[in-house]
C-alpha cells in the first residue's frame, strides 16, 4: 500500500513564499514521474509543475520563474517551492506520484491529501 502525505502549505501574503513538501511510503520499489496540481473553488484542477525521475522539469505558464518542483529520490519525497506568491496562487495543492508495481507489472497514479495554500493580505 502507497501513501503520500503532504505538509508545509498555509497563509501567506503577496510576495511571500512556501514550500509544502510531499514524502511517499509503504512498497514503493521506484518512482518515475511525479506532480503537483492545484484546485480553487469553482475551477478546475490544473497541472502546476511535473518530474521525472531523472529531473526534468515542467511547469504552467502561471508559475514559470516563481515555483521550483524538486525531489530527493533516497527519501521519496518532492518539493515545490513557491516564491513571489500571488492571490491567485490560492488553491488546494496535491502531489502525485506514478509509482511502478513490479508485483503486477504496472504504473499506478496516486495522490496526497491535498494542503490549503492561501496568499492574502
Known amino acids: 500500500q502507497v501513501q503520500l502525505v503532504e505538509s508545509g502549505g498555509g497563509l501567506v501574503q503577496p510576495g511571500g513564499s512556501l514550500r509544502p513538501s510531499c514524502a511517499a511510503s509503504?512498497?514503493?520499489?521506484?518512482?518515475?514521474?511525479m506532480g503537483w496540481y492545484r484546485q480553487a473553488p469553482g475551477k478546475q484542477r490544473e497541472l502546476v509543475a511535473t518530474?521525472?525521475?531523472?529531473?526534468?522539469?515542467n511547469y504552467a505558464d502561471s508559475v514559470k520563474g516563481r515555483f521550483t518542483i524538486s525531489r530527493d529520490n533516497a527519501k521519496n519525497t518532492e518539493y515545490l517551492q513557491m516564491n513571489s506568491l500571488k492571490p491567485e496562487d490560492t488553491a488546494v495543492y496535491y502531489c502525485?506520484?506514478?509509482?511502478?508495481?513490479?508485483?503486477?507489472?504496472?504504473?499506478?497514479?496516486?495522490w496526497g491529501q491535498g494542503t490549503q495554500v492561501t496568499v492574502s493580505s
Open positions: 518530474i521525472t525521475s531523472g529531473g526534468w522539469t
Open positions: 509503504g512498497s514503493i520499489f521506484s518512482i518515475n514521474a
Open positions: 502525485n506520484a506514478d509509482v511502478f508495481l513490479p508485483r503486477v507489472g504496472e504504473l499506478r497514479t496516486y
